[in-house]
């Protein structure tokens, strides 16, 4: 079992930057993949960016390359998304999410289907 808590949201200028964080509980984090999702009213929950459980590979959502990056610091069982030169259109609860299914593997999972456990999400709003 994995819990996720995010943390980092908040209020931000079109071309500001904020930097969330995903703290992991368990013992299985470093065995994990991680995710970020977001959700806007009325869309479909989609991906942003994920991270193999090795650190060794990422992968972006076209609408976020260039602009996201995620990392991950196993000694803090934390995976965080930076997040700069923002748009109106990145406002949406951004979520992360963990797989275990992936471990041992070169995969990085990037449809939700393949996340097991996610978090509550944290509100980003992006003001023009």
Known sequence: QVQLVES?????????????????????????????????P???????????????????ADSVKGRFTISRDNAKNTVYLQMNSLKPEDTAVYYCAADQRSYGSSRVP???????YWGQGTQVTVSS
């Open 8 to 40: 980092g949201g908040g209020l931000v200028q079109a071309g500001g930057s904020l930097r969330l964080s995903c703290a992991a509980s368990g013992r299985t984090f470093s065995k994990s993949a991680m995710g970020w999702f977001r959700q806007a």
């Open 42 to 60: 009325g869309k479909e929950r989609e991906f942003v960016a994920a991270i193999r459980w090795s650190g060794g590979s990422t992968y972006y």
């Open 110 to 116: 990037q449809n939700k289907y393949e996340y097991d």
